[in-house]
């Protein structure tokens, strides 16, 4: 695996294909991998299924402001801030979660993996 650090992000490599990029939160995004991820709409709820270090999240949050977030990851957040404050996280596999999600009928605006 390859890292790159540049400007305050950091991407990593493997094999010549990017698996994990991580931006600070006042990046100007533009095309980015993560600025794709942002909704094309302002959704009421979203489903994170690999929350990360909250990136999408925080972008999310800054193009369209408040939205009920869900986020998902099989690990927590490195640090408690890379969390948004309001939002709802569970430790657990994205398979396992939408299996149980899907029985208690949960519905989301919005479904981002990563």
């Known amino acids: 695996m390859k890292e790159m650090r540049r400007y305050g992000s950091a991407t990593f490599f493997l094999d010549g294909g990017v698996i994990h990029s991580v931006l600070p939160a006042h990046y100007s995004f533009g095309y980015t991998y993560h600025a794709m ?57 994205a398979f396992e979660y939408i299996t149980e999600a899907s029985k208690r009928r949960e519905r989301f605006d919005y479904v981002a993996v990563d």
């Open 37 to 93: 991820m942002i909704p094309p709409f302002k959704p009421r709820t979203m489903l994170m299924l690999g929350y990360g270090e909250g990136t999408v999240a925080r972008l999310t949050r800054a193009v369209w402001g408040d939205c009920k977030i869900v986020g998902v990851d099989i690990e927590p957040p490195e640090k408690e801030t890379e969390f948004l404050s309001d939002a709802i996280f569970t430790e657990q596999d």
